[in-house]
């Protein structure tokens, strides 16, 4: 009798505990979950407060500040959109957006592959040396920049602009590429200099093509640094015409500061083109941040 007991209790414990550790997965499950609504949650906060806020009057915004609006208006959106420049202040943004992004992803590119593909003493070195640069702040480099640029005569230029970009967002689109660069198989690339492809060939119709995720994460993340900055642009470009969108909205947002709601539009405008930009390319954008992880 105490053999079967024991026989049978044997059989018994593991889906005991097969059971106990289902509930935990489970609990561990709705745990995550939570902290990823409360997260999402809380980093919406700010999109219905400027939407909210931007739909309601001056009166309305006063009577009641988180509430959703009894009567909807768009007399605020035309009002930025009719009576300042704000397609000037976006077309500033898009040319040193798009102009840095490219030049960026150009040297990036080229940097990259270097350190990532090819044998040369200090590439190591090279490439801590870029990683380590991804943690100055800008700020530090704004009063040195200030002053080259004066004496070089690319102060209020958009050239000049774009360099500061582009210098700036080099150190981590290297590390990203050369994180994906160095999963291509060798084979492809030995494959395509055998067949004659010069060294920029192999890079431009082998490596770039498959490079497709990561460059699209580069293109968006850059893109948004450059479209949200507001320090660069305001002390480099001092020329009124040579705004760019968030330094426009900043100076609209002083200059009608007791306007909330007018103030709310245009930041909800100033925010929209990026928000269509990174919902149209999310997929490839997740999949090139996974990417040298995923093949690695």
């Given amino acids: ?18 059971g106990t550790v289902q509930r935990r997965a489970s609990v561990v499950t709705f745990s995550l ?40 208006v768009f007399d605020n959106y035309n009002t930025v959109l009719t009576q300042h420049p704000f397609f000037l202040w976006m077309g500033n943004s898009t040319l040193i957006s798009v102009g840095s992004v490219l030049l960026s992803t150009l040297i990036s590119s080229l940097a990259a592959y270097a350190i990532a593909r090819m044998r040369f003493r200090g590439r190591e070195f090279l490439m801590s040396l870029s990683t380590s640069l991804m943690a100055v702040p800008p700020v530090v480099m704004v009063v ?63 490596i770039l093509p498959l490079s497709g995720p990561p460059l699209v994460t580069l293109f968006i993340v850059n893109l948004l640094y450059v479209w ?25 947002q002083g200059r009608f500061l007791q306007n909330i709601p007018l103030s709310m539009a245009g930041m909800a405008l100033a925010s929209a ?9 999310q997929r490839y954008f997740i999949r090139g941040l996974v990417a040298g992880a995923v093949k690695g």
């Fill in 1 to 18: 009798m105490m053999s079967r007991g024991r026989v049978s209790a044997s059989h018994v414990s593991p889906q005991g505990d097969h």
């Fill in 228 to 252: 949200n900055d507001l320090l660069i642009a305001l002390l480099f470009l001092p020329d009124e015409k040579l705004r760019t969108l968030m330094v426009g909205v900043s100076v609209f």
């Fill in 273 to 281: 083109p990026m928000l269509i930009v990174y919902i149209v390319f």
């Fill in 144 to 206: 040195p920049l200030f002053v080259l640029f004066s004496q070089i005569g690319l102060l209020g230029k958009y050239q000049g602009v774009i360099l500061i970009y582009a210098g700036l967002m080099c150190p981590f689109s290297v590390y990203l590429l050369v994180t994906f660069f160095r999963t291509i198989p060798t084979e492809l690339l030995e494959a395509a200099l055998i067949d004659g492809a010069s060294t920029i060939g192999v890079l431009g119709r082998i």
């Fill in 33 to 72: 979950q939570g902290l990823l609504l409360v997260a999402a949650f809380i980093a919406l906060v700010p999109a219905y407060f400027i939407v909210i806020s931007s739909l309601k009057t001056p009166q309305a915004y006063l009577d009641d500040r988180i509430g959703f609006p009894a009567q909807i």
